[in-house]
């Protein structure tokens, strides 16, 4: 058995705090502009304890000892189906491993660093072998809940012949993220 490439064009879109996108195409990353995507916050997110058993999860405190703001999962966008996702977590994390019909595929991070976090905290999505790209969470929790500091970072790749992988996000401990790839739905 053959196997057989995989071809994506990828374009992102980027909003939170002024910030600019970096883009990626298969094997690295490469600047790219960005634009305001919607957003709307959700409930209290869920998260799956090791046991299996679903809980919220634990609010996290700032220096000031007041909680940081809970990272939303991203948005499942009309005409598309989720095929993985994760978060909200921290570190590194696997969203399982995805098969990509031909088509339009978005990949959507929501993230946020800790106040006092390191400038510039880098997050890396790998998909399969072949696709990396990085961009810069600029999301930071003041804890005071004015205004929405959550970076949102969505990839959007054009699947030329079926294919996928793996798909890993990468992050440092101080980088909250929520994760959620998406397929489009045949016909929608």
């Given amino acids: 058995m053959r196997a057989r490439a995989m071809t994506v064009v990828v374009a992102m879109v980027v909003t939170g705090a002024g910030l600019s996108a970096a883009g990626c195409t298969a094997g690295g990353d490469a600047g790219a502009g960005g634009e305001g995507v919607s957003a709307r916050k959700r409930p209290s997110p869920v998260a799956e304890s090791p046991?299996?058993?679903?809980?919220?999860?634990?609010?996290?405190?700032?220096?000031?000892?007041?909680?940081?703001?809970?990272v939303p999962r991203p948005e499942v966008r009309e005409g598309?189906?989720?095929?993985?996702?994760?978060?909200?977590?921290?570190?590194?994390?696997?969203?399982?491993?995805?098969?990509?019909?031909?088509?339009?595929?978005?990949?959507?991070?929501?993230?946020?660093?800790?106040?006092?976090?390191?400038?510039s905290p880098r997050v890396r999505i790998t998909v399969g072998t072949g696709m990396s790209w990085s961009f810069t969470c600029g999301g930071k929790g003041d804890g005071d809940g004015s205004?929405?500091?959550?970076?949102?970072?969505?990839?959007?790749?054009?699947?030329?012949?079926?294919?996928?992988?793996?798909?890993?996000?990468?992050?440092?401990?101080?980088?909250?993220?929520?994760?959620?790839?998406q397929v489009a739905v045949p016909g929608a």
């Fill in 51 to 70: 046991g299996g058993r679903s809980e919220p999860p634990r609010p996290e405190a700032s220096r000031s000892g007041k909680p940081l703001p809970q």
């Fill in 80 to 119: 598309h189906r989720q095929v993985a996702a994760g978060g909200p977590r921290r570190g590194h994390g696997h969203l399982g491993t995805v098969r990509l019909p031909p088509g339009v595929t978005w990949v959507d991070v929501n993230c946020l660093a800790d106040p006092g976090a390191p400038p």
């Fill in 147 to 181: 205004g929405d500091a959550v970076h949102r970072q969505a990839t959007q790749m054009e699947v030329s012949s079926t294919g996928g992988g793996a798909v890993e996000v990468e992050a440092p401990a101080t980088v909250q993220w929520s994760a959620s790839v």
